[in-house]
């Protein structure tokens, strides 16, 4: 499945969504490395399969091998480090002063450069909520060189894909 394809089966109420996908795929505020695995992390963190798949045929050929499995590791880790992390900040406490005891080899060593990753992490993070994560590594980006624009245009483009995930969702409980 293209992201043509993709954007094909939301439903005319989800017109924006249709729109915004198309535009942001080509978003040039990022370069591509940035935007694909934006693009791949933000697909992977919503769990929907026919966007991670429509999805990952768009833009996993746009990134190397090692990138492509950094953006998948990006999701994966902010899983964890999301739940984990979002518990912290919202109950407060001693937590904050327990260490985690959570490995977390990946994000010192990604594989891709560290600010993309952290980019990457930063659009999972939104998706997952956890405010936490998000300043943490909206602080690394912008400390790395990655202007207000980049991290608004990679949020943008996981709250579309989120969103576009969330419809194909409702839509598929509707029709079974």
Known sequence: MSLDAL????????KDLKLNLGSLATEP???QQKLAG???ASAMATGNAEVIKAIVAEFGPKLSAEALTAAK???GIMGMNNVYYRFVHLVGGDYATLPAKLRMNVIGKPGVDKV???LWSLAVSAINGCGMCMESHEKVVKH???TTEQVQAAV???SVVNAAASVLTAEDAIAA
């Open 7 to 14: 954007r094909n089966r939301l439903p005319e109420y989800a």
């Open 29 to 31: 505020v990022l370069d």
């Open 38 to 40: 934006t693009f791949v």
């Open 73 to 75: 590791a990006a999701a």
């Open 116 to 118: 993309d990753f952290e």
């Open 144 to 146: 790395g060189g990655v």
């Open 156 to 158: 943008r483009v996981a």
